[in-house]
């Protein structure tokens, strides 16, 4: 059975970095793009940032270019997200999921984390 838990959020001020975590079991995580989603209160999910299964490709959601950066552990089974310069915009809640392929398109991952809430406020 696969599982996927991020941690890492929690309450930030404008400026301010946080990390985001997700640890994968049950799933041959070396050979999955990996990304994270998020979502906000009554609005849709959306895409923020994914990589490829050996890490050499990445892509950002324009509105974190620059100041989020995805990587991953593929001996830990470890996904990150380092967010700089937080805004109150990326106030939501941040999810992490799997897929065979590098993909931006929530349609094409099969396996999701629960999520952990990120608070920006100043």
């Known amino acids: 059975q696969v599982q996927l838990v991020e941690s890492g959020g929690g309450s930030a001020q404008p400026g301010d970095s946080l990390r985001l975590s997700c640890v994968a079991s049950?799933?041959?995580?070396?050979?999955?793009?990996m990304a994270w989603f998020r979502q906000a209160p009554d609005k849709e999910l959306e895409f923020a940032a994914v990589?490829?299964?050996?890490?050499?490709?990445?892509l950002y959601l324009d509105a974190v270019q620059g100041r989020f950066t995805i990587s991953r552990d593929n001996v830990k089974n470890t996904l990150y997200l380092q967010m700089n310069n937080m805004k109150t915009e990326d106030r939501e809640v941040y999810y992490c999921?799997?897929?065979?392929?590098?993909?931006?398109?929530?349609?094409?991952?099969?396996?999701w984390g629960k999520g952990t809430q990120v608070t920006v406020s100043s």
């Open positions: 999921a799997a897929a065979r392929e590098f993909a931006r398109s929530e349609k094409d991952y099969d396996d």
């Open positions: 049950g799933l041959d995580f070396a050979n999955y793009g």
């Open positions: 990589i490829s299964w050996n890490g050499y490709s990445t």
